[in-house]
């Protein structure tokens, strides 16, 4: 079964599958970041936002927020979240915005669903057109060189009569710019289980290389990826919060 396949499958499961994700805290460190180093402005797009969680959270904070994703399905199910915000499907590697933005978000690692570095520059490109002076994107991000393929996240839940176990993980085969998060969903009901099986392609690069990929256009900041205290990244982890601020409203740098 394919990625969208799957995920246009089960998007009414898919709040199920991330039930132990604390949304609040990571908007609100978001939030929180973007006084520090924003305009000031209100105007806010979450890239890959699902079923709207986070937008939700924003526009509680105040925000003029919206969302884009390529699944509908969950766009769907994020309108009813957020009736207040706009939803469009678009691929983050390429989208457009009626009016500049103050903020841009990435959440849940999605970053990586660009998939290949052309991908992954162009998303940056659409972020930098798509924001004001002075506005920021913020994403997390894990480093290629870090990813241990035997570590994988599992968590239980019950729906209903359904019994849910949902498993995760990252796979870098060593080389190049590509990896996987590979995934699994078992669902029993009366006895019976069904299993999907699936395996995402995503960007890799280290973290040395997305600096070097970003700096041209953005004012870089790195983080710890601790969402209740602000930390400067250790410059040892393999997983980091990246602030890139847009200092003054050019068109981007080519690396060509």
């Not at 469009?88 to 009016?99: D, I, K, L």
């Not at 999605?110 to 940056?124: L, T, V």
């Not at 190049?176 to 392609?201: F, M, Y």
Request: hydrophobic share 35%; aromatic share 12%.
């Amino acid at each position: 079964m394919s990625a969208n396949a799957l995920y246009t499958d089960l998007s009414s499961y898919y709040d199920l599958m991330c039930v132990d994700i604390d949304y609040q805290a990571q908007s609100n460190c978001i939030r929180r970041l973007h006084q520090i180093f924003g305009n000031n402005g209100k105007s806010h797009l979450d890239l890959g936002c699902g079923t709207g969680p986070h937008v939700r959270h924003f526009i509680d904070y105040g925000y003029q927020s919206s969302g884009l994703d390529l699944n509908k399905p969950m766009l769907d199910i994020a309108q009813v979240r957020c009736p207040e915000a706009s939803f469009s499907v678009q691929n983050m590697s390429n989208f457009t915005v009626a009016e500049p933005l103050d903020l841009i978000t990435c959440f849940l690692y999605s970053i990586h669903y660009n998939d290949g570095i052309e991908n992954f520059k162009a998303c940056m490109a659409s972020v930098h057109n798509a924001l004001k002076p002075g506005g920021v994107f913020c994403f997390n991000v894990v480093d290629k060189d870090e990813i241990n393929n035997e570590l994988f996240v599992r968590h239980t839940t019950n729906q209903q009569q359904d019994a849910f176990t949902f498993r995760s993980g990252w796979y870098y085969s060593g080389e190049g710019n590509r990896q996987a998060l590979k995934l699994s969903i078992e669902k029993t009901s009366a006895g019976n289980t069904q299993v999907w099986n699936d395996e995402h392609p995503m960007v890799a690069f280290s973290f040395k290389e997305l600096i070097e990929m970003v700096e041209p256009n953005f004012e870089v900041h790195l983080f710890e990826h601790d969402y209740d205290k602000l930390l400067p990244w250790d410059n040892v982890s393999g997983n980091a919060l990246v602030i890139c601020v847009k200092a003054q409203d050019t068109l981007p740098k080519s690396d060509g």
